[in-house]
């Protein structure tokens, strides 16, 4: 039994670099269980242009349909979106969601991207957190805490603020401020029905060595009674199980020894993979 999916994947229809069909491909040839398309929501955002879903999804819908149909017997193929803190669509009518914040907001209602380029996240931190680092954390997990409150299929990348963490550091992950304001926002979430990822795609894009999320955060969900699931986070085709190695490894250092498969019928534990 194939024991590992992918199902955080972006194609060209928001910003990856390969077609629906081609990522399917690369998931079936992997061995994976299922492919789940996960593309960007729609959000409002200037920089979002061209590299979101278009609000109407229909021709999107439709292609990850016909890939359903095309694998059939052999790999689920789900249709699911990775919902932004800031979208303007909903969920509704998705196999799934991932719950996702890339944004943080200050006191001043303007939006700083913090996952786009580390140059930006310290010019947001500077010009709408008064260069406060923790007071900028603290927001974002505030973001955090209100989409787990939604209770999202997956938790996207819960701490995607340390991106850039490992090259240029702005975040001490051990300061205690900063660990309360993550805590906080774990705790928001419901283990009975959200799925934490340990999520590679930063690893795959070169500016981390290790998975999100922090071990001391995959060790408080486990003794939550929460359930992990592994996902690439692909935007191409070539990084569809992208160090699924690596997340094993840390599923087990959090005392895991089996993550979630999405299915069409739902999700199912399975033996980590690797």
């Known amino acids: 039994m194939r024991s590992f999916c992918s199902v955080h994947t972006h194609s060209t229809m928001c ?15 992997a061995g994976a269980a299922s492919f789940g398309a996960s593309g960007h929501s729609h959000t409002p955002i200037a920089e979002d242009a061209g590299g979101v879903l278009p609000v109407d999804m229909t021709a999107y819908r439709e292609e990850v349909l016909r890939l359903r149909a095309e694998y059939a017997g052999k790999m689920d193929v789900l ?11 909903t969920a509704e009518g998705f196999d799934y969601w991932i719950g996702s914040v890339h944004r943080v907001r200050g006191n ?19 010009e709408q957190f008064e260069g406060n680092s923790l007071m900028m954390a603290e ?4 973001e955090v805490r209100r989409m787990a409150a939604r209770r999202p299929t997956i938790l996207g990348h819960i701490d995607l603020i340390t991106k850039f963490n490992e ?23 419901d283990p009975a029905e959200t799925l934490l990822e340990i999520n590679t795609g930063a690893m795959s894009r070169g500016y981390r060595r290790m998975p999100y999320p922090n071990l001391f955060l995959l060790r408080e ?10 996902t690439a986070d692909a935007h191409s085709a070539d990084a ?5 190695a690596q997340a094993s490894a840390l599923a087990r250092e959090a005392g895991y020894d089996r993550s979630a498969v999405l299915i069409l019928t739902g999700w199912e534990e399975r033996p980590l993979p690797f």
């Open 15 to 29: 910003d990856g670099k390969n077609t629906l069909a081609e990522m399917a491909r690369a998931a079936w040839a």
């Open 79 to 89: 249709l699911g979106i990775e919902l932004d803190n800031c979208a303007d669509v």
């Open 108 to 126: 001043d209602g303007k939006s700083c991207t913090v996952d786009w380029s580390a140059e930006l996240l310290a010019r947001g931190c500077r």
């Open 221 to 230: 969900w486990r003794s939550m009674g929460g359930r992990i699931i592994l």
């Open 167 to 189: 090259k240029l550091p702005l975040f001490d992950e051990e300061d205690p401020r900063y660990r309360a304001a993550a805590l906080d926002a774990l705790h928001e979430a």
């Open 139 to 142: 927001y974002y997990y505030d």
């Open 240 to 244: 569809i199980v992208y160090g699924y």
